[in-house]
C-alpha cells in the first residue's frame, strides 16, 4: 500500500488548524483524511488527497462489501454536510476501480480538475553524487556549473532563524513566478502557517533560500516525511536567469539531504501541457517517473455538480 504525508493525522491536524473541516475515517483496512474545501454562494466538496487507502492484502471477506461501506459513509457525511461531490486522488490504481467496481448508481467519474499533480519525478539519494551526476540531463550538469561560476550561496532560512524574514522575501518571488508562469498559489498567510506548524516531529518544513552578492534569487519550500524529502514549492527572479540560481539551490539540497539521511526527493509534479519550462527543469535531473491514477469525483447533488463543471469552464 503506496503512503503519502497527505494522508497522515499530523496533515490532517494541519488542515483544521488553517480553518478547514476534516474528518478521519480508519476501520483498519480503509483509511482517508477527508477535507472540505468551500466553494463560493455557501457550496463545498469534500476532498481525499492522496487517498483512500485500502489495504487490499488484509481485506478477508469480498472487497466489494468493505468499499462500499466506505462509500456509504462518504455519501452520509456528504449529505449532512451539504456537498456538492466528493473528489478522490488515489495513488493505488486498484482504488478507483474497486469503487466503479460497486453495483450502485453512484458513479465515480474521472475528472480533468487536478489538485495534486498525477505525475511527478522521484531521485534516489541513496546512489552516490557521481551516479546522479552522470543520471542528469547535460544541460543541468552545466547549469550547475554555472550557477557555481556566478558565486550562488544556497541557505537554509529555517535554521538560520529569519523564518519571517525570509518567507517575506519567498513570497515576492513566488509572486512574480506565479504571475510569469501563469500558475496559482496559496496565500501568504498559508506558507506563513505551513513554516510555522510544521517545525517539529516527523514532518518538517524547510524553507531554502539561494543568494547571488546577497539578493535573493531563487527559493523552495520542502516538506520532509520519513525518508522523503517533497520539493513542494518554488520561486524565483526571472531578471537573474542567467545565473542559474534554481540549479544551485537544488544540488545543494540534494548533497544536504543525502548527509541527513533522506533516501527520497520528490520534485512533486510534471506537466508538460500546463507546465513545460518547469516540466523541462525537473526532468533534466534524472530519477524515475512516477504516474498515479489521476482524479475522480463522485457527485452527490447532480444538478450542483453540472453546474460546477459548467462554471469552471465559464471561469
Known sequence: MIKSFLQTQEWLDFQKYIGRKTWRFDDGKIKANI??????????????PHGPEINFNVITGTINNEVAKFVAYLKNLAKDQKSIFIKIEPLDDKVPEAIHNLSTSWRIKRSVKEIQPHKTVVLDLQKSEEELLAEMHH???YNIKVAEKYGVVVKDSLSAGEAGKDLDTFWKLLKKTTKRDRFG???KEYYKKLVEYFQQGEMRVD?????????AVAGALMMTYGDICYYLHGASDYDARSMMAPYALHWEN????????????DLWGIDSQR???VTRFKLGWGGREVEYSGSFDLPVSRFWYFTYKVARKVF
Do not use: E
Not at 477535507?35 to 481525499?48: A, E, T, V
Open 254 to 265: 540534494i548533497k544536504t539531504l543525502q548527509a541527513s539521511g533522506c533516501k527520497f526527493y
Open 185 to 187: 498559489s496559496h496565500s
Open 139 to 141: 544541460k543541468t550538469r
Open 35 to 48: 477535507i472540505q474545501h468551500d466553494l463560493p454562494f455557501g457550496k463545498n466538496y469534500l476532498y481525499i
Open 207 to 215: 524553507l531554502v533560500l539561494a543568494y547571488h552578492q546577497d539578493k
Open 275 to 277: 507546465w513545460p519550462g
